[in-house]
Nanobody, 126 residues
Framework: QVQLVESGGGLVQAGGSLRLSCAASGGTFSNYAMGWFRQAPGKEREFVAGVSWIGGRTSYADSVKGRFTISRDNAKNTLYLQMNSLKPEDTAVYYC???????????????????WGQGTQVTVSS
């Protein structure tokens, strides 16, 4: 059983930056592909970024390419999401998720993930 705890959310002005963290415990972190998803009010949860379990390959939603960077530190069992040039439309609850040995081509599909965090709120003011 893997537990995931997100942190780092908050209120920021448009154009600002935030870094989200996701601390994992209870499993072998390096065996899991990791992803960030978000859900805005009244909208479905959507894929933001993913990183493979081997090789550190990354995948991004078109809406965040060039602004967000996903990374992982296997020594610290932690996943990160660096968010720059934030926009009001980035406002959402952000969730991290873990999927056992997922291939990069399926990282965007949330039903492939086995474990989810509780989420952290990101609010971007205009």
């Amino acid at each position: 059983q893997v537990q995931l705890v997100e942190s780092g959310g908050g209120l920021v002005q448009a154009g600002g930056s935030l870094r989200l963290s996701c601390a994992a415990s209870g499993g072998t972190f390096s065996n899991y592909a990791m992803g960030w998803f978000r859900q805005a009010p009244g909208k479905e949860r959507e894929f933001v970024a993913g990183v493979s379990w081997i090789g550190g390959r990354t995948s991004y939603a078109d809406s965040v390419k060039g602004r967000f960077t996903i990374s992982r530190d296997n020594a610290k069992n932690t996943l990160y999401l660096q968010m720059n040039s934030l926009k009001p439309e980035d406002t959402a609850v952000y969730y991290c998720a873990a999927g056992l040995q997922l291939r990069i081509v399926v990282l965007f599909q949330q039903n492939n993930y086995d474990y989810w965090g509780q989420g952290t709120q990101v609010t971007v003011s205009s």
